[in-house]
């Protein structure tokens, strides 16, 4: 029995301790009165991440970051908001920056691997000299795209062969045996170099961030002027006058600030006992 007592004690402990880690920090920054309330405002660290993404392409063969090129230039211009974002607002932290680099699956594999870790490169070492960071905090990879996952448009596209081009890309021979056999068949051919294979040749850039809020709290607190002591002085020609005193302790007060005048001891506010 006293055995099972102490486990309880424990986990009791345990559970406690852990509720309290759970809770958000929070800073006070702001006290304000408004009528009969006092206002609180803090501001609540908030660790759930928020993840961005933006791609940035290349054309065929080039590892060498381009504005111009495809959509990069709103895609470019949505990372710039992020950052700029982050740094006027001091409520938003940056907690991380992933470069993956890609390569469609057409060409020799060696070379494909060359492409694809070099966009990474090249956008890893853009985005440290754009927003004054060090490179050696951007975590980057690579990686060659399969020729399996072209697939899926193939078989929404309108091509009169799309079965059996799907299933030669998702055959298990060599990548170079495929891109040989797709290389003839003239119209499944120039759909992929036209309409799927350029959006493979990308950078991929992840951001993750968090963003603290704001909450106020209100607790009352009517402002009030409370005696609570009158004191009379008794005066040489009239010995029956006798000093009164009255004393109000009857309500908590948060803040405390005591004046004479006249004889009278004024609490203007309230201060927690």
């Not at 710039?80 to 992933?98: E, G, R």
């Not at 070099?118 to 890893?124: L, P, V, Y």
């Not at 799309?162 to 045996?177: F, K, L, T, W, Y």
């Not at 908590?252 to 600030?257: A, D, I, T």
Request: overall charge negative; hydrophobic content about 35%.
């Amino acid at each position: 029995m006293k055995r099972d007592m102490i486990f309880a004690a424990v986990s009791a402990l345990l559970l406690a301790s852990a509720a309290s880690a759970q809770q958000p920090e929070r800073k006070l920054v702001e006290v304000w009165r408004e009528g009969d309330y006092i206002v609180e405002r803090y501001i609540v660290e908030d660790n759930k991440p928020h993840k961005a993404e933006y791609e940035i392409h290349f054309a065929i063969n080039s590892s060498t970051p381009n504005d111009k090129f495809s959509d990069n230039t709103s895609e470019l211009k949505a990372l710039d908001a992020l950052f700029n974002d982050m740094k006027d607002n001091k409520m938003m932290h940056l907690k991380s920056i992933t470069v993956t680099g890609y390569a469609s699956p057409d060409g020799t594999t060696p070379k494909n691997e060359v492409l694809a870790k070099e966009r990474a490169e090249h956008i890893a070492s853009m985005i440290a000299q754009r927003y004054n960071l060090k490179e050696s905090n951007i975590a980057i990879s690579s990686n060659v795209e399969k020729w399996s996952a072209t697939a899926p448009a193939i078989e929404s596209s309108k091509l009169d062969n799309r079965g059996a081009i799907v299933r030669m890309v998702s055959s298990n021979e060599a990548p170079m045996v495929v891109d040989n056999r797709l290389k003839r068949e003239g119209e499944a051919w120039k759909y992929l170099t036209n309409d799927i294979l350029p959006d493979m040749r990308r950078a991929v850039v992840s951001v993750t961030y968090t963003e603290d809020h704001i909450t106020d709290t209100r607790v009352y607190s009517p402002e009030e002027i409370i005696v609570i002591e009158e004191v009379t002085e008794e005066k040489p020609d009239n010995r029956h006058n006798k000093e009164k005193r009255h004393k109000k302790h009857d309500r908590k007060r948060r803040h405390k600030m005591v004046d004479e005048w006249e004889g009278i001891i004024i609490d203007y506010g309230a201060s927690e006992n």
